[in-house]
């Protein structure tokens, strides 16, 4: 069994990530990256003459990619870290596609070759939800999965190859009810490209259920759990039919709970009546796109959807929240599960005789280019294993040079390849 992380019932295990499969296509081949001169000495060693007692993570966007676009210097970095047997990982707030398909883009694009045992996306840790996988085939339950490529099942496959059974999209619902959203009319045709049939029909009867409508619901579309894999395209769609399941009653989509603003029950009734889990990828206000200024993420519409929430239920103010959970950068639970894949990384790269793993790892070094994501998540995070972490901020993506950092790194620098060196000094490597 792989190595796992236990947040209370829940062990994080993915396959994934310790299947030791490297992702280089076959007859593929990388040419030898330019290293600057001062560090060409460090190649010609075979194996460097002490192990490394520190490691790096590096975030993609904005630190190696500017959307497609290599970053000057990135190859670099990482090509002088595996000449000198210098673990990393890279760890991204980025989805929406298979990990094996970005690690082999990646290695194309920065010619450096990866594996899949040191890559972690947003979504990665979602294969260790078992409790929504495969269950009630028969009943029409299904989990809905949010994000991708518009209209596409890009992230239905990745959700699939997790090991979750009839996996639906709002694409596969507005396919079968064009009413269920007025204004999206314009991409219906795309949509049903990609759609499939519903595992169940949806149920269409009365919304406002009494005592005993169960048996008029059996057999009828239910939804268990709510995945935002990654940036929704349709807002206006996703928005409503997330809203919808989370009003409803025990996610029997076209269906209303009788407990809401039930002023007796806690949050008023609202999510007290089995609607399925929300779950959000990454908290994500901005990423680094192709376009000079940040785009909105995930976050964005993660606020959009707290603040429709508040205007549905009467608010905060009164004494009602939005039940969610959200992973990824920087919550405690991914950094914890990246600091796991780093040191079953670590252990693979310089071999078990070493005693490596995460036993004599005093630092981390963590090179991001968002003040809110991964500056913050490894100044906050507290290592069970007492490694220290290291905040590295690069000025290539959504940090704005000049600016005043939200969460101030230990270290702000032009580039990773600067970040590299920086940590490189920093733990006394020569």
């Given at each position: 069994?792989?190595?796992?992380?236990?947040?209370?019932?829940?062990?994080?295990?993915?396959?994934?990530?310790?299947?030791?499969?490297?992702?280089?296509?076959?007859?593929?081949?990388?040419?030898?990256?330019a290293?600057?001169?001062?560090?060409?000495?460090?190649?010609?060693?075979?194996?460097?003459?002490?192990?490394?007692d520190?490691a790096?993570?590096?975030?993609?966007?904005?630190v190696?990619?500017?959307?497609?676009?290599?970053?000057?210097?990135?190859?670099?970095?990482?090509?002088?870290?595996?000449?000198?047997?210098?673990?990393?990982?890279?760890?991204?707030?980025?989805g929406?596609t298979?990990e094996?398909?970005?690690?082999?883009?990646?290695?194309?694009?920065?010619?450096?070759?990866l594996?899949l045992?040191?890559?972690?996306?947003?979504?990665?840790?979602?294969?260790s939800?078992e409790?929504?996988?495969?269950?009630?085939?028969?009943?029409?339950?299904?989990v809905?999965?949010?994000?991708?490529?518009?209209?596409?099942?890009?992230?239905?496959?990745?959700?699939?190859?997790?090991?979750f059974?009839?996996?639906?999209?709002?694409g596969?619902?507005?396919?079968?009810?064009?009413?269920?959203?007025?204004f999206?009319?314009?991409?219906?045709?795309?949509?049903r490209?990609?759609?499939?049939?519903?595992?169940?029909?949806?149920?269409?009867?009365p919304?406002?259920?009494?005592?005993?409508?169960?048996?008029?619901?059996?057999?009828?579309?239910?939804?268990?759990?709510?995945?935002?894999?990654?940036?929704?395209?349709?807002?206006g769609?996703?928005?409503?039919?997330?809203?919808?399941?989370l009003?409803?009653?025990?996610?029997?989509?076209?269906?209303?709970?009788?407990?809401?603003?039930?002023?007796?029950?806690?949050?008023?009734?609202?999510?007290?009546?089995?609607?399925?889990?929300?779950?959000f990828?990454?908290?994500?206000?901005?990423?680094?796109a192709r376009?000079?200024?940040?785009?909105?993420?995930?976050?964005?519409?993660?606020?959009?959807?707290?603040?429709?929430?508040?205007?549905?239920?009467?608010?905060?103010?009164?004494?009602?929240?939005?039940?969610?959970?959200v992973?990824?950068?920087?919550?405690q639970?991914?950094?914890?599960?990246?600091?796991?894949?780093l040191?079953?990384?670590?252990?693979?790269?310089?071999?078990?005789?070493?005693?490596?793993g995460?036993?004599?790892?005093?630092?981390?070094?963590?090179?991001?280019?968002?003040?809110?994501?991964?500056?913050?998540g490894?100044?906050?995070?507290?290592?069970?294993?007492?490694?220290?972490?290291?905040s590295?901020?690069?000025?290539?993506?959504?940090?704005?040079d000049?600016?005043?950092?939200?969460c101030?790194p230990?270290?702000?620098?032009?580039?990773?390849?600067?970040?590299?060196?920086w940590?490189?000094?920093?733990?006394?490597?020569?």
């Amino acid at each position: 069994m792989a190595p796992g992380v236990s947040f209370g019932r829940t062990v994080f295990r993915s396959p994934l990530l310790f299947s030791g499969r490297v992702s280089r296509p076959a007859g593929r081949t990388y040419r030898p990256v330019a290293v600057p001169p001062v560090y060409r000495s460090f190649q010609k060693a075979s194996a460097p003459s002490k192990v490394p007692d520190f490691a790096f993570v590096f975030d993609i966007d904005g630190v190696l990619l500017r959307a497609a676009t290599p970053i000057p210097r990135a190859s670099e970095a990482l090509s002088l870290l595996q000449s000198q047997k210098i673990p990393f990982i890279l760890l991204t707030n980025g989805g929406g596609t298979s990990e094996a398909a970005r690690v082999a883009e990646l290695s194309d694009k920065l010619q450096v070759p990866l594996d899949l045992a040191n890559f972690v996306q947003s979504h990665t840790p979602f294969a260790s939800l078992e409790a929504y996988k495969g269950h009630g085939d028969a009943k029409g339950e299904a989990v809905l999965v949010i994000g991708g490529e518009e209209g596409g099942d890009v992230c239905r496959k990745v959700a699939e190859s997790y090991g979750f059974k009839n996996v639906i999209t709002p694409g596969d619902l507005y396919a079968a009810h064009p009413d269920l959203w007025p204004f999206s009319k314009h991409l219906l045709e795309y949509y049903r490209k990609h759609s499939r049939p519903l595992p169940a029909p949806v149920y269409r009867g009365p919304h406002a259920l009494s005592p005993g409508s169960d048996a008029a619901l059996r057999n009828h579309l239910r939804c268990t759990c709510i995945l935002v894999f990654n940036d929704p395209r349709d807002w206006g769609l996703d928005t409503t039919i997330v809203t919808d399941l989370l009003l409803s009653h025990q996610g029997y989509l076209g269906t209303t709970s009788p407990l809401n603003n039930h002023p007796s029950l806690p949050n008023k009734g609202y999510q007290q009546d089995g609607q399925p889990p929300l779950y959000f990828s990454n908290p994500d206000l901005w990423w680094a796109a192709r376009w000079h200024l940040s785009r909105l993420g995930q976050g964005a519409f993660r606020e959009t959807l707290d603040g429709l929430w508040r205007s549905i239920t009467g608010g905060e103010g009164n004494g009602v929240i939005l039940h969610k959970e959200v992973w990824g950068k920087p919550t405690q639970l991914t950094y914890t599960f990246a600091e796991n894949v780093l040191g079953s990384w670590r252990g693979k790269m310089l071999g078990a005789g070493t005693g490596c793993g995460l036993e004599g790892l005093r630092n981390v070094y963590m090179i991001g280019d968002n003040p809110e994501s991964d500056i913050r998540g490894a100044n906050n995070y507290q290592s069970p294993n007492g490694t220290s972490w290291n905040s590295v901020l690069v000025k290539t993506g959504v940090y704005l040079d000049g600016s005043e950092p939200s969460c101030p790194p230990k270290a702000i620098v032009d580039d990773v390849f600067s970040a590299v060196e920086w940590g490189m000094k920093h733990s006394g490597w020569k």
